[in-house]
């Protein structure tokens, strides 16, 4: 049991600010499936070669609630990478599905990792989900999220 126990600190590299890390991991390959739009894309490639992907969007839940939703992708090669990247462009509409993350934030933060996505299926309607998107997600129209990207605008699609 104790081998599962994560102890350790992490330090904000822009803040210099060291957080304490306490936590009994539990992996338990939980998935989280839904239709997102995508808000915002990051690609980085980091000091020891690895790549990510940082994909902000709103997401749609059963009963067409939107909620925001990050995605992170950790490609293995350029080629991954620009494949994920001209796939995913602001404002597209795709279904995701991946093991997914609440963070205990104020203001929230669910993250799917390594994050498969699809095109929609036929039979859904786009202008119906674009229009659930852009109805539903006025509350955001005026609020910044936790990070700093600045939503597009998805309603002349």
Sequence with gaps: MNDKIIKGTIKNTETEEVLDVLHYLFCGGFE???????????????SDNSIQI??????????????????EFVPENNDIK???LSDITPCAILC??????MMSLPEGSITLYY????QLPPDLSIDEIKEAFRFNSLKY????????????????L
């Design 32 to 46: 989280l499936n839904t239709i997102v739009q995508i808000q915002h894309i990051e690609s980085y490639h980091h």
């Design 54 to 71: 940082c994909v902000d969007c709103l997401a749609m839940d059963s009963y067409g609630g939107v909620f925001g939703l990050n995605l």
């Design 82 to 84: 620009n494949k994920i």
């Design 96 to 101: 995701v599905r991946g093991e997914y993350s």
């Design 115 to 118: 994050p498969q996505y699809s």
């Design 141 to 156: 129209k005026n609020k910044k999220p936790h990070n700093t990207w600045h939503s597009p605008d998805c309603d002349e």
